[in-house]
């Protein structure tokens, strides 16, 4: 019997596993689909992502990596670029397909000695006499293990099995994007673009590879189709960027974002969950993947201290600091990011922020830098200790 298994082998899920490994721990992967498989998302990875990355053991000089120098943000007639602060981060950012990184991340948990069985899907949890959940049914079979780890998305089947339903106070954003073969596939900055649509904003992150990931984000709960708003930006865009119907490599393709903590609590009864299935998207910036494996690392931590308890009840005690843990690194800044996301929805405030918060490059800076978890939190710069001091008074919930 497996110590832990983990459910979903997305970035949260082969992350959690390939640190519980390398502790030494026995742990099983099932993950519905078989490797490659596509995902929508933006690509592009904060240098905190890319510190996770490191921590994983990921070769990111690995030629496979486009490298990005920081984020240009364009609004009205207003640009402003910004670059990654370095400091205790990396000093750069990366670009991947979904395709190449999420069987990457798995690779590196089996590496670590993970057990993966592709093409598995989890159909139940199973119970213990007491009520905790001590494994799942999958493949027509019983799997049993000490804890579960739900990191099946935003759907999360297993946590809605187990009574954990999304937050009707939580947002829950959408998001839809397009690969082109485009000339500005080899541009240093990740480009966004507001005031696209209320409480939203468009990307085009090259990938270096000859091809742009171009995308739309809805960051608030709307009826309107992100798939028609994708195009109607795009066709608005110059012609040098090349993001028309001729060259498009791919159909337009959606997902959910699921935001600001949206499922909790992040630990009950023998389940804990990590990434999309716990809602760990900043619900400002759209940002989920360095939250999940920022995530999935306090989540392996805090499995590893629980199973070497001596007692049930010392074991549950450790297990249930997982969502302090949470909130103490993410809940600040995601309560913040809820109320600018609810504050931007209004077309006034997005004027008033491309007016005044493009133009003022410092005033900027700090914006993004607290909005969007953009500082080193170990640096010394004005807008990385701003970001800190309001991300440890702002009320998690």
């Known amino acids: 019997m497996p110590d832990v298994i983990v459910v979903g082998a997305g970035p949260a899920g082969s992350a959690v596993a ?27 990875l904060t240098p905190r992502a890319v510190q996770e990355l490191v921590a994983l053991g990921v070769d990111v000089e690995d030629p496979g990596w486009f490298r990005t120098a920081g984020l240009r943000l ?15 981060l990396p000093a750069f950012g990366l670009t991947r397909t979904r395709r190449d990184l999420d069987e990457l991340l798995v690779q ?25 959940v001590a494994g799942v049914v999958a493949g027509g079979r019983e799997h049993h293990a000490r804890l579960v780890v739900a990191a099946d998305g935003a759907s999360s089947r297993l946590s809605v099995a187990t ?12 998001a839809a994007r397009r690969y082109y073969r485009s000339p500005r596939h080899d541009d240093a900055h990740l480009e966004i673009r507001l005031g696209v ?49 001729e060259h ?32 760990m998207v900043n619900p400002f910036s759209g940002e989920g993947i360095a939250y999940a494996l920022e995530a999935a690392r306090l989540a392996a931590e805090t499995i590893g201290t629980a199973l070497a308890r001596p007692t049930a009840a010392q074991r549950e005690r450790a297990l249930h600091r997982y969502p302090a843990a949470l909130k103490s690194a993410h809940g600040g800044a995601f309560t ?16 008033l922020a491309a007016r005044h918060g493009l133009a003022r490059p410092v005033l900027g800076r700090i914006a993004v830098t607290v909005l969007a978890g953009m500082g080193d939190p170990c640096g010394r710069r ?15 919930s």
């Not at 159909?251 to 716990?278: K, N, T």
């Not at 004005?382 to 998690?396: E, G, K, S, Y």
């Open 18 to 44: 390939c640190h519980l490994a390398r502790a030494g721990l026995d742990v099983l992967i099932l993950e519905k689909t078989t490797f490659p498989r596509e995902k929508v998302c933006g690509d592009g």
């Open 74 to 88: 364009v609004g009205g007639r207003h640009r402003l670029e910004i670059g990654w602060p370095g400091g205790s």
């Open 108 to 132: 590196q948990a089996v590496k670590a000695g993970a057990t993966l069985r592709e093409g598995t899907k989890v159909t139940a949890p199973l119970r213990n006499r007491t009520g905790q």
């Open 163 to 174: 009574g954990l339903r999304p937050r009707p106070d939580r947002p829950i954003g959408t």
């Open 197 to 245: 649509t209320p409480a939203g904003y468009g990307w085009i992150f090259g990938m270096g590879d000859g091809t742009c990931n171009a995308g739309i984000a809805l960051l608030r709960d709307t009826r309107a189709d992100c798939r028609r708003v994708l195009d109607r930006w795009l066709a608005s865009l110059p012609a040098d960027r090349a993001l028309t119907e």
């Open 248 to 279: 498009a490599l791919t159909p337009v393709r959606g997902a959910a974002l699921p935001m600001g903590f949206s499922r909790q609590p992040h630990y009950a009864a023998g389940l804990l969950l990590v990434g999309d299935s716990g809602g």
């Open 336 to 351: 913040l990011g809820r109320a600018c996301a609810q504050a931007i929805e209004h077309p006034w405030v997005m004027r």
């Open 382 to 396: 004005a807008p990385d200790r701003l970001a800190a001091a309001l991300a440890r008074i702002t009320p998690a």
